[in-house]
């Protein structure tokens, strides 16, 4: 699996607790996952059965090319396992044209993340063939030796909550769907990158590599900076900030989702200006361009 955040590192986690074969790419965090890495892995190993995506790693916020993916996995005939926990809903996941995920478990997702659902409910997009199959209790990703015939994880079976008579089954609260929520979200976005840019913050990832879900900043490196009193002056102020998921550079995140709009995301560079003032911070940028950080490397 393409490996370059904390969630994708969990994901290694699960597959080296449960024994499930696995390969893994390192990639620095700050870069997205390529169909070309994919391809290459599958070319060196084609005992290879399945591949594992996380499309948006909120570790850093990054957004990974899960089209591309999923196209490079079709033409070699290689399953393709996305966790969508922070995209579905809001990121378009269309399995008309990710053909290796037809027949597939759908997205793993959660009802109350993006699509602001019902709680207890994971609904997620998939083709008629993946609903009638049984959905082991197991996690499945980048296997490339058998299958392991024990349950590996809790993880929810899907099928049972199909039904039309399922609660399940029904339509999430929404705004006009994925395309109006993802348009809410990358307002939100834009108008966050900007009020802090207008302070002085630089973002950790490139413009092009951002998803609309959450936004990972270079924290100050004004001495007077500190976290915690940055985070509970902020929260003083109604606001919830992110610690950092990074390793080697010190960062905190903000997060651009749920019931908010880009009046919020205003209002969250306001405080964030009069906590500077407080707390006398003048550099809020960092001293100079901070090394990338690259993820620990996982155990094949």
């Known amino acids: 699996m393409p490996q370059n955040g904390a969630y994708c590192q969990r994901i290694v986690k699960i597959l080296n607790t449960s024994a499930v074969a696995h390969s893994v790419i390192d990639i620095a965090e700050d870069r997205p996952a390529t169909g070309a890495m994919v391809e290459g892995a599958l070319k060196m190993d084609p005992a290879i059965t399945?591949?594992?995506?996380?499309?948006?790693?909120?570790?850093?916020?990054i957004l990974n090319p899960l089209a591309e993916i999923a196209a490079v996995c079709a033409r070699h005939g290689k399953g393709l396992i996305v966790d969508a926990m922070s995209s579905f809903g809001a990121i378009e996941i269309d399995v008309a044209k990710h053909p290796s995920t037809r027949s597939l478990p759908p997205p793993a997702s959660a009802s109350r993340a993006l699509p602001h659902g019902l709680r207890h409910?994971?609904?997620?997009?998939?083709?008629r063939k993946a609903r009638a199959t049984r959905i082991p209790s197991r996690s499945t990703c980048t296997?490339?030796?058998p299958t392991c015939a024990r349950p590996r994880s809790g993880a929810s079976r899907r099928r049972r909550t199909w039904s039309p008579d399922s609660r399940g089954a029904r339509p999430v609260q929404g705004e006009g769907g994925t395309r109006a929520r993802g348009a809410r979200y990358r307002h939100n976005c834009e108008t966050l990158l900007e009020a802090m840019g207008?302070?002085?913050f630089k973002t950790f990832l490139p413009r092009a590599a951002q998803a609309p879900i959450i936004v990972t900043f270079?924290?100050?490196a004004d001495p007077a900076y500190a976290f915690k009193p940055f985070y509970e002056k902020v929260r003083a102020r109604?606001?919830?900030?992110?610690?950092?998921?990074?390793?080697?550079?010190?960062?905190?995140r903000v997060g651009c989702i749920g019931a908010i709009d880009a009046t919020e995301m205003r209002n969250v560079g306001a405080a964030v200006a009069d906590v500077l003032k407080?707390?006398?911070?003048?550099?809020?940028?960092?001293?100079?361009p901070s090394a990338v950080a690259t993820s620990p490397r996982a155990t094949a």
């Not at 594992?52 to 570790?59: K, P």
């Not at 409910?121 to 083709?127: E, I, K, L, W, Y």
């Not at 407080?278 to 100079?288: C, K, S, T, W």
Request: charged residues 15%.
């Open 121 to 127: 409910r994971a609904p997620g997009p998939c083709s």
């Open 238 to 252: 109604g606001y919830i900030l992110y610690p950092g998921k990074l390793t080697q550079v010190e960062t905190f």
């Open 218 to 220: 270079h924290a100050p």
């Open 143 to 145: 296997t490339s030796g």
């Open 50 to 61: 399945h591949v594992a995506q996380v499309h948006c790693e909120t570790g850093t916020g």
């Open 278 to 288: 407080e707390m006398g911070i003048r550099q809020v940028a960092p001293a100079e």
């Open 198 to 200: 207008a302070l002085g």
